[in-house]
């Protein structure tokens, strides 16, 4: 019964997050039909500065660790992200009903990283007196950024494939699946040829999203940027945040009916995928304990790394690039319920530490 509590008070506490809480006022408005609206300008405005700031904040890190240390764990953090999206593309994007793009949208947000919960599982650390290294606050970009970038990627080839499947098929059938004979080969008859897999690419990194995200690690790294960081940037960033989740939450009511037959999908993948992503991530937690003498304490806080869903850098980023994916499938499944799963599995993470590596 205990348990039961415990788990029933995590989850009312993270209704009252602003994430969530701001997410479910903006359902909330658009189901009593009210006429509030927020200029585009408006939003693509906070959106950059929101970028801008965890960029900013990632590559202040970065720059502040040790490298030599942090190289290792840094690759590792990097492979998770993509091997969870990849994952992702396996299961809940083929889920029967379940929309690729939502689907990959969904896994891109549950490789990304949130750093509440990873803030969480350092305050659990630090209460059991549990050592880790200092720069484990700049292992979550290459996380984050490498999940992100590999679902945006994935998405965009998908729908460019379905896109030269339907042109094929309302052609006379002599189309190559290259898209004609000068372009290259196709990659494994799927329709799209390497010149169109470079577009998306360069179209990826050249959006608004994930150019504003990138241009702040840049700028973090290599510029010292913290005045204006933590002077301006810092300070406006919950209040942006919580405008965003309202103008998401109007936009997820009125798609909520695409979910209806698929909740169920999203629903077991939001309880399993942070125990099997934390299970991955504490096993490359061992890997570079053996191979660099990475801690215990470590290896927990890249398993809670992994286990987590962005709450902060993934939405806004998903929302910029994605803009056909559905808010109320990736926001609503790893806030409303992966975040509470990846918080109550840390006790699970310190306990394999303790036996498999030893504290």
Known sequence: MEHVMDIAATFVAQLQQPTLAFLIGGMMLAALGSKLQVPDAVYSFIVTLLLLKVGLGAGIAVREADLMSLAVPALFAAILGVAIVLLGSRTLARWNGVSHMDGMATAGLFGAVSASTLAAGMAVL??????????????????????????????R??????????????????????GGGSGGPGLAGSGVDAGMV???LTDTFRSPAV???????????????????????????????SILMLIMGMEAWSRLSELR??????????????????????????????????????????????????????PPTLRGALPEANPSAYVGSSTGLGTPVAILSIPIWIALAGMVIGF
């Open 126 to 155: 630090d209460d059991e007196g549990i050592a880790y290294e200092g720069f484990i606050g700049a292992l979550y970009p290459f996380m984050d950024i490498a999940a992100l970038v590999t679902a945006i990627v994935m998405a």
């Open 157 to 178: 080839m998908a729908k460019a494939r379905n896109a030269a499947t339907q042109a094929i098929a309302a052609g006379d059938g002599t189309m190559t699946m290259g």
């Open 198 to 200: 470079r577009g998306i």
């Open 211 to 241: 150019s504003a995200l990138l241009l702040g690690l840049a700028l973090g790294i290599l510029a010292k940027p913290d005045a204006v960081f933590e002077g301006f940037y810092e300070l406006l960033f919950r209040g942006l945040l």
């Open 261 to 314: 037959n698929v909740a169920h999908a999203y629903v077991v993948y939001a309880v399993a995928a942070p125990l099997v992503h934390g299970a991955m991530g504490f096993g490359a937690g061992v890997l570079a304990h053996h191979l660099t003498g990475f801690s215990a304490g470590g290896a927990v806080l890249l398993a809670v790394m992994a286990s987590s869903s962005s709450d902060i850098s993934g």
